[in-house]
Nanobody
């Protein structure tokens, strides 16, 4: 599975961005999709994940109530709606996929990774 993350950019604190993760050449059917982020000088951290059916969703505590993960109407996209953005949300955001029904929160549980998209939140 080849993944393409997009939608990053520069936004002021309090603003919103919508990230998308697209699969090329196939659908996400049967795959759990996760979003992770890595800020400069920090380790990669879990943001959110959704099971292939969409019935199971997880969020990091730091983004609960602000971010929403969802599957697109097409079978090969997953979106991450990010609202009320804070400077601490600044990072490169990666989407990842694994053939599973469980929305894992550990990066080691994902086999496929996209290239990342940069989100910068200015204060």
């Amino acid at each position: 599975v080849q993944l393409q993350a997009s939608g990053g950019g520069l936004v002021q604190a309090g603003g919103s961005l919508r990230l998308s993760c697209a699969a090329s050449g196939r659908t996400f059917s049967g795959y759990t999709i996760g979003w992770f982020r890595q800020a400069p000088g920090k380790e990669r951290e879990f943001v959110s994940a959704i099971s292939w059916s969409g019935g199971s969703i997880r969020y990091a505590e730091s983004v609960k109530g602000r971010f929403t993960i969802s599957r697109g109407y097409s079978k090969n996209t997953v979106n991450l709606q990010m609202n009320s953005l804070k400077p601490d949300d600044t990072a490169v955001y990666y989407c990842a996929a694994d053939r599973s029904t469980i929305p894992f929160a550990r990066s080691v549980d994902y086999y496929y990774w996209g290239q990342g998209t940069l989100v910068t939140v200015s204060s």
